[in-house]
């Protein structure tokens, strides 16, 4: 066997997402393509991408939060990130910003899919809880025994 090292034939990424257009996926790709549409049905204004926050604390060096998409709603400035997977990494950063910049409503889209292909988005505001559909207990309708308990029947 000889030393050769095999290129891939795409770099491989965490979270297998892939460049496209200019973008860091297509989901962000084609959330730019939806807000774009928006902006000019008059929905939204003052469209603007990749655009850098400084979020660190007093005393600290710098740090940076790059967010997706910046625009106005309603007169609210909205900022906005396309995430697949919400790592350790834009949580912290997500907790800085919103301690930084509490005016600025913070919001996450997450594209939506069906047969692979993406439908929609649902947007949500960072930070907020989320309700959950209450499922019944799995034991809800069925009595439970032990094995070792004894059985009692009626004489």
Same mark, same amino acid.
């Given at each position: ?6 290129? =891939?034939?795409?770099? &491989? =990424?965490? &979270? ?16 730019? $393509? ?9 929905? *939204? ?7 850098? &926050? ?20 309603? #007169? ?5 990130? $396309?995430? #697949?997977?919400?790592?350790? $990494? !834009? ?14 409503? !913070?919001? *996450? ?10 439908? #929609? &988005?649902? =947007?949500?505001?960072?930070?907020? /809880? $989320? ?9 809800? #309708? ?7 308990? /004894?059985?009692?029947?009626? /004489?």
């Amino acid at each position: 066997m000889s030393g050769r090292k095999f290129k =891939r034939k795409f770099p &491989f =990424r965490k &979270f297998r997402a892939r460049r496209t257009n200019g973008y860091a996926s297509k989901s962000e790709y084609a959330r730019s $393509v939806e807000l774009k549409e928006l902006e000019d049905q008059g929905v *939204i204004d003052g469209l603007e991408e990749q655009v850098p &926050f400084e979020i660190q604390p007093d005393g600290c060096e710098r740090i940076r939060y790059i967010a997706d998409f910046t625009y106005y709603e309603k #007169g609210e400035y909205i900022v906005e990130d $396309v995430k #697949g997977v919400q790592t350790d $990494v !834009f949580r912290l950063k997500a907790k800085l910003f919103k301690g930084r910049y509490p005016q600025y409503k !913070f919001c *996450i889209s997450k594209a939506k899919y069906k047969e692979g292909k993406i439908i #929609g &988005f649902s =947007r949500m505001e960072y930070g907020t /809880p $989320v309700a959950r559909r209450s499922r019944p207990s799995r034991k809800a #309708g069925k009595r439970h025994t032990r094995r070792n308990d /004894p059985v009692v029947r009626a /004489p």
